[in-house]
């Protein structure tokens, strides 16, 4: 038997709103964000004693009362997705003109949670092999700084997406990254004495820099969410010290074998 959405009951009201959450927080949504379309969604259906609670990693979301239902949802996994929030932004907005059942929405929403990325690997690695190429040409690289760029982005996102299968933790992933980085920008200043070293770095390392996480974080400073500000802040300088610890790495580990960092020395 199917279920008209203006019909639903709490508890059915609570599930969507919790799996419209999970969609969100799992596309990196901020939080205000979350919250808001949890409280919007649960107020629309005339319920608006629900409370919800959402940090980058838990999703809280019931009233005061032990005999009404209270759901909780741990979030492992975050990447952005631009394409999930938009979907649930319209799903939000536009639900109350749709006749749509609580099978076909918690329907959506699964599929939405299940949903491959719009982009593959492989387009996500020519993407960042381009974006760091034409990033060492902003700060004055030269054509065999944009070559070398491009080979050294491209290879360390490569490297990001292997490691990613076998889902270490993001500083690891990260870390080799940076590694990669240096080792890479080495090889090809000691291939072509045209290459700029601190160009080929600089360019390749801009499309791991985590300003989507940093500004999410200041966005949930502005609407009140310090937990969540703090944490997505605290993300955000994480990633960039695991990149810079490797990158240093792989530079002192090359200056200590006795080479020369930069061929003009």
Not at 140 to 151: E, K, R, Y
Not at 159 to 183: D, H, M, Q
Not at 246 to 262: D, M
Request: glycine share 10%; charged share 15%.
């Amino acid at each position: 038997m199917t279920t008209p959405l203006q019909e639903i009951s709490r508890e059915q009201t609570l599930n969507l709103a919790l799996a419209m959450g999970k969609v969100l927080l799992r596309s990196g949504a901020e939080t205000s964000r979350v919250e808001d379309t949890i409280m919007r969604f649960c107020h629309n259906r005339g319920y608006h004693d629900i409370n919800v609670f959402v940090t980058p990693t838990v999703i809280l979301l019931g009233d005061e009362y032990s005999y009404h239902p209270n759901l909780i949802s741990r979030i492992r996994y975050r990447s952005t997705n631009l394409s999930n929030i938009s979907a649930i932004n319209d799903f939000s907005y536009n639900m109350s003109k749709t006749a749509i059942t609580y099978e076909e929405a918690m329907a959506y929403m699964e599929g939405l949670l299940n949903k491959e990325p719009p982009y593959g690997n492989s387009a996500i690695c020519w993407g960042s092999a381009i974006c760091s190429g034409a990033f060492a040409g902003m700060i004055g690289g030269n054509s065999h700084d944009f070559v070398a760029a491009f080979i050294t982005g491209g290879l360390a996102m490569l490297l990001l997406k292997t490691l990613g299968g076998y889902r270490p933790s993001a500083f690891w992933e990260n870390a080799l990254a940076g590694a990669a980085i240096g080792v890479v920008a080495i090889a090809c200043c000691a291939v072509s004495v045209q290459c700029t070293q601190t160009n080929i770095i600089v360019g390749s390392l801009m499309p791991f820099l985590p300003g989507v996480a940093f500004t999410n974080g200041l966005r949930d400073y502005m609407a009140g969410d310090l937990v969540s500000g703090n944490s997505r802040i605290a993300e955000a300088l994480l990633f960039a010290t695991s990149i810079a610890i490797g990158l240093a790495f792989s530079l002192l580990a090359w200056y200590h074998w006795g080479w020369p960092l930069w061929p003009m020395d």
